[in-house]
């Protein structure tokens, strides 16, 4: 139980706060909740995540208020969310998260294949179809498609460093999951939303936006381990093309072995491109790289090397 107490309270203090009041007082509760955290300690380690238990109370209908009031609902409809938190898991597809992996693949040079590894509902794998809004201190710099302004728009802070000079030119996607979303499933796509934290009702309209996107243009998503499907997909990539492998916030859900597997894969590739998004601690040779404070930020690399702190969901850039 101190373990579950220990998760939560970390949970508000460095993810939610400043992020979602709501989710920072829910984790601040249950952290200091003998009861609750015995529930949730009765669950498998690896469904105990602050972001799945609160996301599948909200789909089961919780209400977005104070602890109190959570903490009466959750211990009354215990028994109707654990199958929920059981049979789903957390697949946050942030479309905004192209806005950190433009620094580097905006300077590859092209054609790319875009695979990403742990993919959701592939809403990450059209970083040249969206529009972006940088904001470079204070002055706002925009970047669209050719074909003009896209529905999904992109805020994100950023040095000047940093600075896409332009969208890629992406002539395949691709990516594997666990269990891949179908941007055309209603219940699918509520789940998403429901995965999106209270307050951010922005980033649930970029989120529709981005699915209706990808429901004109479907990528090729199949389901199965990473460790066993990445190869596959990197030798359907069409020649010619330089093939970027990518993750964002996936690692961290993989055991410390298979981790350490999948680093040793991406390095039998040297032709390939390896571009990680994950949080401190997820890839050590990569987090002790970092000299500065990264306050929740996740870091971004190129082939193990660290080159800038992202905000969580895409937020905010900045160059190392």
Not at 233 to 238: F, G, N, R
Request: negative net charge; hydrophobic residues 40%.
């Amino acid at each position: 139980m101190d373990g579950v107490a220990g998760v939560y309270e970390r949970f508000a203090e460095i993810e939610a706060r400043g992020v979602s009041q709501i989710y920072e007082e829910w984790g601040r509760g249950i952290s200091q909740d003998p009861a609750v955290c015995t529930l949730i300690s009765s669950l498998p380690p690896i469904k105990r995540q602050p972001n799945l238990v609160f996301a599948a109370a909200r789909l089961t209908g919780a209400p977005e208020r104070g602890y109190g009031q959570l903490r009466d609902w959750l211990i009354e409809n215990w028994d109707e969310v654990v199958p929920v938190i059981l049979t789903r898991s957390t697949q946050t597809n942030e479309a905004a998260r192209c806005a950190v992996l433009l620094p580097v693949l905006s300077r590859l040079e092209g054609p790319l294949s875009l695979i990403e590894a742990g993919a959701s509902a592939g809403l990450c794998l059209y970083p040249d179809r969206y529009s972006y809004r940088y904001d470079v201190g204070g002055r706002t710099e925009a970047l669209d498609p050719g074909t003009g302004p896209s529905d999904v728009v992109v805020p994100c802070r950023i040095n000047a460093a940093a600075l896409p000079p332009r969208l890629p030119d992406v002539v395949w996607r691709a990516g594997a999951d666990l269990n891949p979303l179908n941007v055309n499933d209603s219940n699918q796509i509520e789940w998403l939303e429901a995965l999106v934290w209270p307050e951010h009702d922005e980033r649930r309209h970029r989120l529709r936006a981005a699915a209706r996107l990808a429901a004109s243009e479907p990528a090729h998503l199949v389901r199965g381990d990473l460790l066993d499907t990445i190869p596959g997909l990197i030798d359907q990539a069409p020649a010619g093309s330089r093939v970027v492998v990518f993750h964002s916030a996936v690692l961290v859900y993989l055991r410390s072995e298979d981790r350490e597997r999948f680093v040793e894969l991406m390095g039998t590739y040297p032709d390939v491109v390896w571009i990680s998004n994950e949080g401190a601690g997820v890839l050590p040779t990569v987090t002790d790289q970092v000299h500065r404070a990264i306050n929740g930020r996740t870091i971004v690399a190129v082939n193990g090397l660290a080159r800038g702190l992202a905000g969580p969901h895409g937020q905010s850039y900045q160059s190392l």
